[in-house]
């Protein structure tokens, strides 16, 4: 079964440094990874997915993240955070097996992230 | 603005009720899931439908049930509601492809057990 983690509950960054959001995954077969942000009382945006080739993806708002395989991770970056980046963010994990129209999209627990000014 | 709309925004009802969330989802998407978040759960995988047909089923509980209707837009029925069902709802939708397609969230109907 595809499960998807993310070991930091909240993540707090001065404003100007750089931020890191991390998530590990676990699946049978590729991995097709995905992250969101949401803020207070509004659904869940799309920052950016990892589907296949380089391994660091450029994504909305100036986020990239890392894809590696033997680490099973794909941690979320920014150079520079701003404190406009405060919000809730969450890793999310398809597995590429099984019926195209059939594979689930399970989110971790989200990381709270806090940019202080 | 994602182009999928969930109706209604906010429901407050008592233990033992019913109820029905909608979702309509972006023009051409075939796909429609359903996630509860709690504050103690995270966002929880319900159900998938893809044109009409039940796809993929997560942690969905028997007195929750769901439909995808041939205009595509999903109803979630909620019934026997119980204080721990109070969470926010989101209905979410893909692409046609569906695989490799990031899902657009709804705003999300927040509903309250009493």
């Known amino acids: 079964a595809q499960s998807v983690a993310q070991p930091e509950d909240q993540v707090n960054v001065a404003e100007g440094n750089p931020l890191t959001v991390k998530c590990t995954y676990s699946v049978s077969g590729n991995p097709y990874l995905f992250w969101y942000v949401q803020y207070p009382n509004r659904g869940l945006q799309f920052l950016l997915k990892?589907?296949?080739?380089?391994?660091l993806v450029k994504g909305s708002y100036g986020f990239e993240a890392e894809f590696n395989k033997s680490q099973t991770s794909f941690h979320l970056k920014k150079p520079s955070a701003l404190v406009s980046d405060s919000a809730l963010y969450f890793c999310?994990?398809?597995?590429?097996?099984?019926?195209?129209?059939?594979?689930?999209?399970?989110f971790g627990s989200g990381t709270r992230l806090s940019i202080r000014p | 603005d994602s182009g999928v709309t969930q109706t209604p925004k906010h429901l407050i009802t008592a233990t033992g009720q019913r109820v029905t969330l909608r979702c309509s989802p972006r023009s051409g998407d075939l796909s429609v899931y359903w996630y509860q978040q709690s504050l103690d759960q995270g966002l929880q995988f319900l159900i998938q439908?893809?044109?009409?047909?039940?796809?993929a089923k997560g942690n969905i509980l028997e007195r929750f049930s769901a439909q995808q209707f041939p205009d595509l837009h999903s109803e979630l029925n909620l019934s026997s509601l119980e204080l721990g069902d109070s969470a926010l709802y989101f209905c979410?939708?893909?692409?046609?492809?569906?695989?490799?397609?990031?899902?657009?969230f709804g705003e999300g109907s927040r509903l309250t057990v009493l």
């Open positions: 999310a994990v398809r597995d590429s097996t099984g019926y195209s129209s059939a594979s689930k999209i399970i």
């Open positions: 979410a939708s893909s692409e046609r492809t569906g695989v490799t397609g990031e899902l657009f």
């Open positions: 990892y589907i296949t080739g380089d391994n």
């Open positions: 439908y893809y044109n009409g047909e039940e796809r």
